[in-house]
């Protein structure tokens, strides 16, 4: 029961502590009734757990998905950001035929390259380097063209 405290104490996660206060509720003598109102759970839940805590103890209260493995390692991903950084900017197919050239990797989704540039600190949706409003030659020039259509 000492192992099952500090498992309780230290986790991060609710269902893990859900599944935890179920075994400790059962061993603390509650019914399956009040363990179902007050966790809101139901009686297979509690048996489930139960079972599992005394077949396989607090690790079989854990939590057995941890995720799928990403595409690129993350060694492969730091070089990536360096050679992002080291661009003005970069288009959205650039990065893919780098990515997929170098390392070999094609992402399912695009949110995955927008990302990738998110995280180096460009924009997808940015094509110029600069700010034209910040270049006063480029928005004289500008108003200019606009003033001669009117």
Same mark, same amino acid.
């Given at each position: 029961?000492?192992? +099952?405290? =500090?498992?309780?104490?230290? &986790? %991060? ?5 859900? $599944? ?15 363990? /179902?109102?007050? @966790?809101?759970?139901? /009686? ?7 079972? *599992? ?7 079989? +209260?854990? *939590?057995?998905?941890?995720?799928? =493995?990403?595409? @690129?390692?993350? $060694?492969?991903? =730091?070089?990536?950001? /360096?050679? @992002?950084?080291?661009?003005? &900017?970069?288009? *959205?197919? #650039?990065?893919? &035929?780098?990515?997929?050239? &170098? ?12 990302? @990738? *540039?998110?995280?180096?600190? +460009?924009?997808?949706?940015?094509? =110029? ?6 270049? #006063? ?5 500008? %108003?200019? $063209? +606009?003033?001669?259509?009117?």
């Amino acid at each position: 029961m000492d192992a +099952l405290q =500090q498992f309780i104490a230290t &986790t %991060n996660d609710a269902r893990e502590l859900k $599944r935890a206060m179920v075994v400790q509720m059962r061993q603390q003598g509650y019914s399956y009734a009040e363990i /179902e109102s007050l @966790l809101q759970v139901s /009686e297979s839940f509690i048996v489930k757990w139960q079972r *599992l805590f005394q077949t396989q103890g607090v690790e079989g +209260l854990k *939590l057995g998905y941890w995720g799928t =493995q990403g595409y @690129l390692k993350p $060694r492969d991903k =730091q070089a990536v950001m /360096e050679w @992002l950084q080291q661009q003005d &900017t970069c288009q *959205l197919e #650039e990065l893919v &035929t780098h990515i997929e050239a &170098t390392y070999g990797v094609v992402f399912q989704s695009k949110q995955s390259y927008y990302d @990738l *540039l998110h995280q180096a600190g +460009l924009s997808w949706k940015k094509t =110029q380097a600069r700010r034209p409003q910040k270049d #006063e030659a480029q928005v004289a020039q500008k %108003n200019t $063209r +606009l003033w001669s259509y009117s």
